[in-house]
Structures are given as C-alpha cells and as structure tokens.
C-alpha cells in the first residue's frame, strides 16, 4: 500500500516562500511520476505541477515561473518549491501518486496553505 505524508506548509505573506515535501513509501518511488494538486474552498481540486520518473516536469499555467517541482529519489520525496505566493495560492495542497491503468491513483492528506494579503 503506498502511503503519502505531505508536509511544509502554512501561513505565510504575499510575495512571500515555502517550500512543500511529499515522503512516499510502500513501492520502488524512482519509477513512477508524481504529482501535486490543489483545493481551495468551494472549489474543485486542480492540478498544480508534475514530474516524471525521469524529472520531466509539467505545470498549470497560473504558476508557471513561480513553483518548481523537484524529486530526491534517494528520500522518495517530491517537494515543491512555491515562490512569489498570491492570496489566491491559498488552499490545501495535496501530493498525488499515480496507479497502474484503470486504477485509482493514491493521495496524501493534504496540507494546508494560507497566503495572507
């Protein structure tokens, strides 16, 4: 069973940093993409970033140039880097690991980020 633990986030200014981390376990982390959505209240959960097992990386436009995803496959960890925070980031941002075809993928518990005005 693959398990995800989020951590890193929190409240923090406009125009401010933090830093996100996903530590997975129960299978072989190098060899899958991960992913990070998020969901703001009232509102549908979006997709935020993505990296391949190879560290290809895809992003939503609204926060390309100013989130990085990243992966430690040593640490089987993903981590995504938020800089230049808006008010409209806040949300709970949740970690995302996909499962073979036609089967449901697998989520952290979320971790919640406030960016204050």
């Known amino acids: 069973q693959v398990q995800l633990v989020e951590s890193g986030g929190g409240l923090v200014q406009a125009g401010g940093s933090l830093r996100l981390a996903c530590a997975a376990s129960?299978?072989?982390?190098?060899?899958?993409?991960m992913g990070w959505f998020r969901q703001a209240p009232g509102k549908e959960r979006e997709f935020v970033a993505a990296?391949?097992?190879?560290?290809?990386?895809d992003y939503a436009d609204f926060v390309k140039g100013r989130f990085t995803i990243s992966r430690d496959n040593a640490k089987s960890t993903v981590y995504l880097q938020m800089n230049s925070l808006k008010p409209e980031d806040t949300a709970v941002y949740y970690c995302?690991?996909?499962?073979?075809?036609?089967?449901?993928?697998?989520w952290g518990q979320g971790t919640q980020v406030t960016v204050s005005s």
């Open positions: 129960g299978r072989t982390f190098s060899t899958y993409a």
């Open positions: 995302y690991a996909p499962n073979a075809p036609g089967k449901q993928g697998y």
């Open positions: 990296v391949t097992w190879g560290g290809s990386t």
